[in-house]
């Protein structure tokens, strides 16, 4: 429940909020991937790239596969300048998908860091084909304001049925 509250502060762009509770989660277990993965997104939204960096590297050490951990790590790396291991992150994404689902929401999200707005709408459109679960999210979820300000976002939020 104290990752969930997390969650509601980040969507609720309550940064520090959200970075305080996410921290008092993660201390309690950080092996529980829900709690790394908001204290993660949290450290992101404040600039805290290292951080964010520094426990999902971690994480990847013992599960190389954990999807909340590369997106967070992959998504630090594309905002912290480190083009190269984002993009690897994107091809290690690429690999997993050929033996279990990937979350296209992720990728998507990752490009959209990199400022590969093309490519960031061509994986959200793959997320829609796939219903992938976090495409509710969309509207509110502070990862896509590098795409707000273009039309295909508002293209998409109708598409999703959500409100503009």
Do not use: C
């Amino acid at each position: 429940m104290w990752g969930n509250l997390s969650w509601a502060y980040f969507a609720a762009r309550q940064f520090y909020r959200a970075l305080d509770q996410g921290r008092k989660t993660y201390e309690l277990d950080t092996n529980f991937v829900t709690a790394r993965w908001n204290v993660s997104n949290a450290y992101i939204s404040k600039g805290m790239y290292s951080e964010a960096i520094a426990i999902n590297e971690k994480a990847l050490l013992t599960d190389p596969t954990n999807q909340f951990a590369l997106h967070s790590v992959g998504y630090a790396y594309a905002k912290s300048g480190r083009r190269n291991e984002a993009e690897e992150v994107i091809r290690e994404f690429k690999e997993i998908a050929k033996s279990q689902y990937v979350v296209s929401y992720w990728i998507a999200s990752i490009y959209a860091a990199l400022g590969d707005k093309d490519k960031a709408f061509a994986e959200l459109n793959n997320s829609l084909t796939d219903h992938d679960f976090y495409l509710h999210r969309l509207k509110v979820d502070a990862f896509w304001d590098p795409l707000r300000d273009d039309p295909r976002f508002n293209e998409l939020l109708k598409r999703l049925n959500l409100p503009e």
